[in-house]
């Protein structure tokens, strides 16, 4: 695209993001139920990878229910969550605070223990996940005290939108890094120490490590392992419930040990540890979890080449 065609992209997601951040908070998130309802109408590839999945989810959990009915739930959730994300995105702290809820951040105030690095420099890497409205993490690293709060992101290929996203991101107060081309910016804001990063670990876009998750072997992100270990963070996880129209509660939980008997833990274990914590919260509340994601790559249109035809 050159560059006028991104400025106009730019220029059309800045003018819908100010109508959006015009109205409510609770009629952001009706609206966004109901485009999600139309996205499950029309969205024919996605709307099938997550009936697909969630079909194969109640035959493995032994759970009643109709895969076609919670697909359209979840559809309708990540409408919600999305559309709202735009609105939270631009509100003051006092205002978000009363749509949101969250526990556990104390445990960022607790004595090094048993299980931790010996090396520990006040890092903390939290694994966090696709479940309710996971750009609200940042909102709430941004009020901890004491941290910088810092996560990674995958720019978007378009040029205007990338832009958008950034701007939109920028107001958490928290320090958003792209993976791609800022990873020397990130290292040296690891080295200096006090750092909160969330790190989105229950997805693989490219590497992992094959590991079983929900019953079925899947490729896994290592890196809330590999951050802990390099840069002698302790570990934690971090997840988002939807509790209502237009409330989230966001839980930090459960310290990860990335040592054991004064030796560290593998990768591969501590990769389990984070696997089954996230296995905890789909079971918690299955549709707060993002089903449309090809997983297990079952659901993908396999491309079938081309048989080439014997030399004459």
Same mark, same amino acid.
Request: aromatic residues 12%; proline residues 4%; charged residues 25%.
């Given at each position: 695209?050159?560059?006028?065609?991104?400025?106009?992209? @730019? /220029?059309?997601?800045?003018?819908?993001?100010?109508?959006?951040?015009?109205?409510?908070?609770?009629?952001? =998130?009706?609206? *966004?139920?109901?485009?999600?309802?139309?996205?499950?109408?029309?969205?024919?590839?996605?709307?099938?990878? =997550?009936?697909?999945?969630?079909? #194969? @989810?109640?035959?493995?959990?032994?759970?009643?229910?109709?895969?076609?009915?919670?697909?359209?739930?979840? @559809?309708?959730?990540?409408?919600?969550? !999305?559309?709202?994300?735009?609105?939270?995105?631009?509100?003051? #702290? *006092?205002?978000?605070?009363?749509?949101?809820? $969250?526990?556990?951040?104390?445990?960022?105030?607790?004595?090094?223990?048993?299980?931790?690095?010996?090396?520990?420099?006040?890092?903390?890497?939290?694994?966090?996940?696709?479940?309710?409205?996971?750009?609200? @993490?940042?909102?709430?690293?941004?009020?901890?005290?004491? $941290?910088?709060? =810092?996560?990674? !992101?995958? *720019? &978007?290929?378009?040029?205007?939108?990338?832009?958008?996203?950034?701007?939109?991101?920028?107001?958490?107060?928290?320090?958003?890094?792209?993976?791609?081309?800022?990873?020397?910016?990130?290292?040296?804001?690891?080295?200096?120490?006090?750092?909160?990063?969330?790190?989105? /670990?229950?997805?693989?876009?490219?590497?992992?490590?094959?590991?079983?998750? &929900?019953?079925?072997?899947?490729?896994?992100?290592? /890196?809330?392992?590999?951050? /802990?270990?390099? !840069?002698?963070?302790?570990?934690?996880?971090?997840?988002?419930?939807?509790?209502?129209?237009?409330?989230?509660?966001?839980?930090?939980?459960?310290?990860?040990?990335?040592?054991?008997? *004064?030796?560290?833990?593998?990768?591969?274990?501590?990769?389990?540890?984070?696997?089954?914590?996230?296995?905890?919260?789909?079971?918690?509340?299955? &549709?707060?979890?993002?089903?449309?994601?090809?997983?297990?790559?079952?659901?993908?249109?396999?491309?079938?080449?081309?048989?080439?035809?014997?030399?004459?």
């Amino acid at each position: 695209m050159n560059r006028l065609s991104q400025w106009l992209l @730019y /220029a059309l997601g800045r003018s819908l993001v100010f109508v959006i951040q015009l109205f409510p908070l609770t009629w952001v =998130a009706a609206f *966004g139920r109901l485009a999600g309802r139309l996205a499950f109408v029309f969205d024919k590839r996605h709307r099938r990878v =997550a009936i697909g999945q969630l079909e #194969w @989810y109640l035959k493995q959990t032994r759970t009643e229910g109709d895969p076609e009915s919670m697909a359209k739930e979840h @559809y309708r959730r990540l409408g919600e969550n !999305y559309i709202s994300a735009i609105k939270t995105a631009g509100m003051s #702290w *006092g205002r978000l605070q009363k749509h949101l809820e $969250f526990e556990g951040l104390e445990m960022l105030q607790s004595h090094q223990g048993e299980g931790t690095d010996p090396e520990w420099n006040n890092n903390w890497v939290f694994a966090i996940g696709h479940f309710g409205n996971f750009e609200l @993490y940042a909102r709430c690293m941004s009020q901890v005290e004491g $941290f910088k709060g =810092a996560t990674t !992101y995958r *720019g &978007l290929n378009q040029a205007g939108l990338d832009r958008l996203l950034h701007e939109l991101r920028a107001r958490s107060g928290v320090l958003f890094f792209d993976r791609r081309k800022q990873f020397g910016k990130l290292r040296q804001i690891m080295n200096e120490g006090s750092v909160m990063l969330g790190l989105l /670990a229950d997805q693989v876009a490219g590497s992992g490590t094959p590991m079983e998750f &929900l019953g079925d072997e899947c490729l896994c992100s290592t /890196a809330p392992a590999v951050f /802990a270990h390099r !840069y002698h963070c302790r570990l934690g996880m971090a997840i988002c419930y939807r509790i209502g129209p237009a409330k989230w509660k966001v839980i930090f939980d459960q310290e990860i040990p990335t040592f054991s008997q *004064g030796e560290r833990r593998s990768v591969e274990s501590i990769t389990k540890d984070v696997n089954r914590a996230f296995e905890r919260a789909i079971h918690r509340d299955p &549709l707060n979890w993002f089903w449309v994601h090809d997983r297990w790559k079952r659901y993908r249109k396999l491309k079938k080449k081309k048989p080439v035809p014997p030399a004459k």
